[in-house]
């Protein structure tokens, strides 16, 4: 190892250069065995897992370069294992040995620098197509040195998105996941080398690669291809360890909300730096994806943003803008008013806000404020987790519709105009109201949204909500309601239809 000594300043830049040159002269001897691997045997480690001997002889390579060089650096391997220090490299040195050993050339080596537990270089390289994927944190990520970027897939039904399985996770998840994705439209397929699935999501060949349970040599220099390449992925490092792994999910930006609520795994942009309070070891994994799934367990970090947001122009007959707001925009009649806001949808069950302005029956112990006031109030039962009726969504969408189109009666008791804008409130504008505003935007508006995932989209960036909000903005059980009564909508208006016909 002698050509490895004198070349590399002990600094991110020299082990930047040892990562290129040592995965490369690795993927030399990988490349030799595949060539003569119809001549040799393999060995089972366990289920649908080979082990062949080039696994070990890369894996001892790499690990003899590595400590040559930078001695005091740890090294954790696919198969010698290894420690975790502060500096690591973590190494796969054959994923996808099915297919190395089957004679299909679709495997590769993955290896990842990582510094006080953030992965800071990242390299897969396909020896037998010659394909080297790099990337440092901060630098961009390239192919053969030739920047890439994620596909700019806009909408699940253009979507390839590739799945990984583990038997650490029950077969019954994994398919519920896959069913998701399939309903979504999505095509889905499996390559059986995640951290190939990972490279190809950074360049475009792939629109997300999703494995319920990962091993951190196979997950991690891909998913900072990903995040260098302009994609979103789960904060593996929070949500998993390098010893135990975790879930994975990277993905073009305009479907990783979706695939978020179909595999039930947290996402973040790769600026957001914010703590999630995740287990670490596997079966805690498991058990939080389930609590994610249901939106009871975990809360996601809650960030300073306006009081109400315009998401959508020209609604209804009276063509009226819609806001969402929390609490504190829908009890601001000021800010109702400078905004032409005559309408409240409130979507919270928990939440009462008293807009009266010619009380009928005065305040006291015992009364509440009745009367009317400048804005039409209309509130909403949806429960911020389990327990709402299918029906409620349902509901609420056609509450919201007909409070767009309603004609005022023209009385005293009636001070509100016709039209004027609208606003739909939660507690905190996040996921109840995001879910109606979803379902009102793609069944009212399907040429702007083809897809509730669209919607979905649309109103995290106009609502400010961040990637590691989204998990539960909306969170996954509104998610579902808003789908199954985008179903019944659509047999609600054939029947409509029909009786219309029939008159």
Known sequence: MDEYKPRYSNDLSGRALLCREVIRSAGALVLSGFKASAERGFSLKGPQDFLTETDAASEAHIREAIAAQFPDDGFLGEEGGGTVADRVWVVDPVDGTANFARGIPHFCISITYVEHERAEIGAIYNPALDELYFCRRGGGATL??????VSSTATFDAASVEMGW???????????????MLEKGANVRRGASGALALAYVADGRSDAYVELHMNSWDCLAGLLLVAEAGGIVCPFLEIGSLLGGGPVLASTPA?????????GIPIRGKEQAAELQLARNGDGVTMRIASIRRGNSMDAPVYPRPAISLIARGLGPHGADLYIGGSDGARDLDLLKRHGITIVVNCA?????????????????????????????YKLGMIDGDGSPD????????????ALRQTMPKRVTYPFADGGNILVNCRGGRSRSVSLVALF????????????????AHIREHRELRPDEWFETPKPMLYEAARRASAWIDLVEAARAEARADV
């Open 166 to 180: 583990s038997r650490r996770v029950p077969d019954e998840t994994y398919l519920e996941t896959m069913r998701q």
């Open 391 to 402: 029906t409620m969504m349902l509901g609420a969408y056609y509450i919201l519709d007909g």
């Open 441 to 456: 935007l793609h069944k009212q508006q399907p040429h702007l949204f083809p897809t509730l995932d669209a919607a979905v």
């Open 349 to 377: 069950i928990n939440l009462d806000i008293n807009l009266v302005r010619e009380e009928e029956v005065a305040v006291n112990d015992d009364l509440c404020a009745s009367g009317y006031a400048d804005i039409r109030y």
């Open 144 to 149: 053969n040195d030739k920047a890439i970027t």
């Open 255 to 263: 479907i990783a909300a979706g695939v978020s609520v179909a595999s």
